[in-house]
């Protein structure tokens, strides 16, 4: 085999292993570039896949995939993977719907076994898989590949805890390159440190019971190989402790302090910078990004508020602290990726009466409801929680997309859920929920950027009513958040179309606000609709809040469907999922006709044999309007 084109001739792990040393040097090399030249042009983890190169070549030449089990926690580092097992001829499609995943997936690849990207979770699976094995008499070994900031999360320790106990030859390899996004936060990073150097007293992995090999230089590819086989022969849980550098053979993102471009941008013409590459944490937003409108508003509270304090877990740039960061080093905490504890942690700040905001992904407070039901709203403690990226965020797919919030958080007793429409609303939400000091809040609000201010004409209780109020509207059309936009687009179709509809945003949509429900009933027809899976979501609170009050007007809920949703653009899965206006539109007109033809029938989607009770409701319970 000649050097060039090595990639493209592989067929798949095993022709790794006739390659010569040069040979597989220039893979890598050849791998680098492609890695660059793909992820530019269609976004995604560069940093973290230009580590890994070296260590996932070794790892194939060493186990024997999929028959061996090579376990890739978080999953964002396995696009180096993907190409020596087979998909190297489809990277031009990487990131896109019906492309190849930016994770590992089941669907793609025998080789691929796990793809939830939530971090900590490879070494129990890892355990599971050796216990299986075990149990089956299967001859297979295990691998989990853990970067170090992955073994900050809860979990990985308590997989160390049963892996040393079961004492299954559970091959843990630990990525270390100093880094998270940003350096590794926390006490683990300095004790890797000394490791590293030669400086550490003891050994924590050894103190466990595991066998340590290394440090080893996980560029040095026949160094890393040799760990790796003698790891591979141990009948014993062994750590090969893997030194690598995040971003290695790119320039700007080994120069890069922010984050060593974790993530890239996709570019799109003009748009590249010199490098190529426009580094997702160094590029300013050009428009009211929710992000950055929830990191200055935070900043202006913590100004006026020193009793204010942030806390993220790991995702410090992402959630958009680090203003707050700069400005209050002493307010910020950094708990690596460890929302449980971040939750709990922020518990225990309230209760020293300070007033903690927690800014998390909504995908990533999924693991943390025990702590926000208990510690946080049993206690009726005042912890604010920032969601960002909520509802769809895109083509990261289904385990990144911020659906569940609303039926995790609907059903915590006490808590209070926002849903801005705009960026002014954020900021207006975001002091409302840090003021409120009776128990937990949040604030949910999408990736990306938020629409242009839309006023309000008048209010309903605290819902704001976003159309002028016309003496005889049929359909209420209640957004929720950030699909405002669509909502109002949909009332407009329908009044082409001869149906008169109003539309309001609750701002606040747990609880509903009994103004709202109130006002439901001198409709025909209510309409929900949000950016959050069915069932549990603001329809469904709302649905349960009408039937509450004996109210008989039809409702509809619009929202995402209960299933897992698919890796795609936020735009086209909201138009796949009926919630653009033209989606709306076409729902409502079905839903409209069909209370017409059925008239007696009305009612609540559970109550339909109600009588209509429309009649005794009190005279002015309709949109109460104030100008504003
Ligand atoms: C539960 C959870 N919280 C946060 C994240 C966001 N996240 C993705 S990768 C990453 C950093 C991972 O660092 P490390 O494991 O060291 O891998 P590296 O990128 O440095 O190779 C974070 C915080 C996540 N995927 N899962």
């Avoid at 849903?419 to 809040?441: C, S």
């Avoid at 609540?604 to 109600?610: A, K, V, Y």
Wanted: net charge neutral; glycine share 10%; with cysteine.
């Amino acid at each position: 085999m000649t050097n060039d084109g090595l990639l493209d001739r592989l067929c798949g792990p095993t022709d790794l292993r006739a390659l010569s040393a040069g040979q597989l040097s220039a893979l890598a090399t050849e791998i680098r570039r492609r890695l660059i030249a793909e992820v530019s042009r269609r976004g995604g983890h560069l940093g973290p896949n230009l580590g890994v190169v070296e260590l996932t070549i070794a790892l194939h030449r060493c186990f024997d995939s999929p028959r061996d089990a090579i376990v890739w926690d978080t999953g964002h580092q396995s696009y180096v993977h993907k190409m020596l097992t087979g998909r190297q001829d489809r990277f031009d499609v990487l990131r896109t719907a019906d492309g190849l995943s930016g994770y590992p997936s089941r669907s793609e690849s025998p080789h691929d076994l796990v793809e939830n990207s939530h971090a900590s979770t490879a070494l129990s699976y890892a355990d599971g898989l050796a216990k299986g094995f075990r149990l089956s008499g299967a001859d297979r070994r295990v691998v989990a590949v853990v970067g170090d900031g992955a073994l900050t999360g809860g979990m990985c320790w308590e997989a160390l805890n049963n892996i040393s106990h079961a004492r299954h030859p559970i091959v843990v390899v630990l990525n270390d390159n100093g880094r998270s996004y940003a350096p590794t936060a926390g006490v683990l990073a300095s004790h890797l440190a000394a490791l590293r150097t030669g400086a550490a007293g003891s050994n924590l992995f050894e103190t466990l019971g595991f066998q340590y090999l290394g440090p080893v230089d996980g560029h040095d590819l026949p160094a890393i190989e040799e760990v790796l086989c003698a790891a591979r022969s141990c009948d014993v849980p062994v750590l090969v402790h893997c030194v690598t550098r995040k971003g290695l053979g790119y320039g700007p993102a080994e120069a890069d302090e922010a984050d060593c471009m974790h993530t890239v941008r996709p570019s799109r013409g003009r748009e590249r910078s010199d490098s190529g590459l426009r580094n997702t944490s160094a590029s300013p937003p050009s428009g009211p990004a929710w992000t950055e409108a929830f990191g200055q508003e935070l900043l202006d509270i913590g100004t006026r508020d020193p009793r204010v304090v942030a806390i993220t877990a790991a995702m410090l740039r992402p959630t958009g602290l680090l203003p707050f960061a700069q400005a209050f080093p002493d307010r910020i905490y950094d708990v690596g990726i460890a929302e449980q504890h971040a939750v709990t942690s922020a518990a225990g700040l309230a209760m020293a009466g300070m007033k903690p905001v927690v800014a998390v992904y909504s995908t990533f407070l999924n693991r943390a409801f025990d702590q926000v039901l208990m510690d946080v709203a049993l206690h009726r403690l005042p912890v604010t929680f920032a969601l960002d990226r909520c509802g769809i965020t895109g083509v990261d797919g289904p385990s990144h997309h911020g659906m569940w919030d609303v039926a995790m958080l609907g059903q915590v007793p006490g808590m209070r859920l926002a849903a801005p429409r705009d960026a002014v609303r954020l900021r207006q939400l975001l002091n409302e929920a840090v003021a409120d000091q009776r128990g937990p809040t949040a604030v949910r609000y999408p990736a990306g950027r938020a629409p242009e201010e839309i006023p309000a004409f008048g209010s309903v209780g605290s819902a704001d009513l976003l159309t002028p109020p016309e003496t005889k509207c049929e359909v209420l059309l209640i957004g929720a958040g950030a699909l405002a936009t669509s909502v109002l687009g949909a009332a407009a179709k329908l009044r082409a179309e001869g149906v008169s509809a109003a539309v309001a945003d609750p701002r606040w949509i747990v609880p509903v606000d009994p103004a709202l429900t109130r006002a439901a009933a001198n409709y025909r027809l209510v309409v929900t609709v949000e950016d959050n899976a069915a069932f549990g979501g603001f329809g469904d609170v709302f649905a349960r809040s009408l039937r509450a009050s004996r109210c008989p007007t039809t409702l509809l809920t619009l929202a995402l469907g209960d299933g897992f949703a698919a890796a795609r653009e936020r735009a086209d899965l909201h138009r796949r999922h009926g919630l653009d206006a033209e989606g709306i539109t076409k729902q409502v007109l079905v839903e409209f006709a069909r209370t017409k033809r059925t008239p007696q029938s009305r009612g609540s989607d559970t109550d339909r044999t109600l009588p209509d009770i429309r009649r005794a409701a009190e005279p002015d319970m309709g949109l109460l309007v104030r100008r504003r």
